[in-house]
């Protein structure tokens, strides 16, 4: 079943419609593992998410149900009507605005800065923690299962990265977001609503900051000054950095996973040049530690 008769089928079952009240206006744009659809359902806009292949590896969509209606409730994101936690299919109101990713996320680094520090300063303790270093493993253990195993820089690059969290890794954990790139931002005429909160868990605040620079590290250098409100230490800008090499190791294992299922082929994306990337972006933070 392709994907528009997929929509057509969930939609006219969850609103009770005719399949053609439903239609499909566009794909979103953004992440690696998901089909994201704005869609029209009897002339209400809404959007359509359906999970790429073996996605339920990388996110547990229990976990996520548990933090949707609490995020939602703090009204900074937009309201699910929808989630099958089997499928990973999602439906939820669509906001109005522009993806910051279609912007210059430099200008709103202070309305980021200020959502971030909302949601990290909540005092909302979930039961779930992101745990990278397990999580980094599991990861790994998706590549190994088909029988491949890591290049020489990505082995020393993770040894590197295990040396440091004795030091930048232990620092008190806090209720994040997980994925706060730019894409996952949305400008609207009522401020910022911040979307798709597949990663969220206890983790270090950092950790969103760093994600934040997904596509250009200088957005969460950015970030980093507003979030502080001050100028970053050595130390600030060393746990920076050591969080973002940690994603870079942990979405090259999502990238070279993708190539390895097949998936360069299916979708036209050199998933492997993509994970050489990351392993690069991953050596870039850790010669800029000092």
Same mark, same amino acid.
Do not use: L, Q
């Given at each position: 079943m392709d994907h528009e008769q997929r929509i057509r089928t *969930?939609? !006219? /079952?969850?609103?009770?419609v005719d399949p053609e009240r439903v239609s499909i206006v566009k794909r979103l744009m953004g992440g690696m593992s998901n089909y994201t659809y704005a869609i029209d359902v009897n002339g209400v806009p809404f959007t359509f998410r359906i999970p790429g292949k073996?996605?339920?590896?990388? #996110?547990? +969509? /229990? *976990?996520?149900a548990f933090h949707l209606p609490i995020v939602e409730s703090w009204?900074?994101?937009n309201e699910t009507v929808h989630l099958d936690v089997e499928t990973g299919e999602k439906i939820g109101v669509y906001v109005h605005g522009k993806p910051m990713s279609e912007d210059e996320p430099f200008n709103h680094v202070k309305d980021v800065a200020e959502l971030l520090k909302g949601v990290h300063e909540s005092?909302? #303790? %979930?039961?779930f923690d992101y745990s990278p270093l397990a999580r980094l493993y599991a990861y790994e253990s998706l590549i190994y299962a088909y029988g491949y195993s890591h290049n020489d820089q990505y082995a020393n690059l993770k040894r590197n990265w295990r040396d440091l969290i004795s030091?930048?890794?232990t620092h008190p954990t806090v209720f994040t977001h997980g994925d706060p790139q730019p894409s996952n931002f949305v400008i609207t005429k009522n401020g910022l609503r911040l979307v798709d909160w597949e990663f969220t868990a206890n983790n270090d605040p950092f950790y969103d900051i760093a994600q934040f620079g997904n596509m250009n590290f200088d957005h969460a250098l950015e970030l980093l000054e507003a979030y502080l409100d001050e100028a970053p230490t050595t130390e600030d800008y060393n746990r920076l950095y050591f969080? +973002?090499?940690f994603q870079c190791l942990q979405w090259h294992n999502v990238a070279w996973y993708k190539h390895i299922i097949g998936l360069s082929e299916e979708l036209g994306i050199d998933f492997k040049k993509v994970a !050489?990337?990351?392993l690069d972006?991953? %050596?870039a933070m850790r010669n800029s530690l000092k």
């Open positions: *969930v939609c !006219a /079952k969850h609103f009770d073996n996605a339920h590896h990388f #996110v547990d +969509r /229990k *976990v996520e009204g900074i994101s005092g909302f #303790v %979930t039961p030091k930048y890794g969080w +973002r090499m !050489a990337m990351y972006k991953a %050596t």
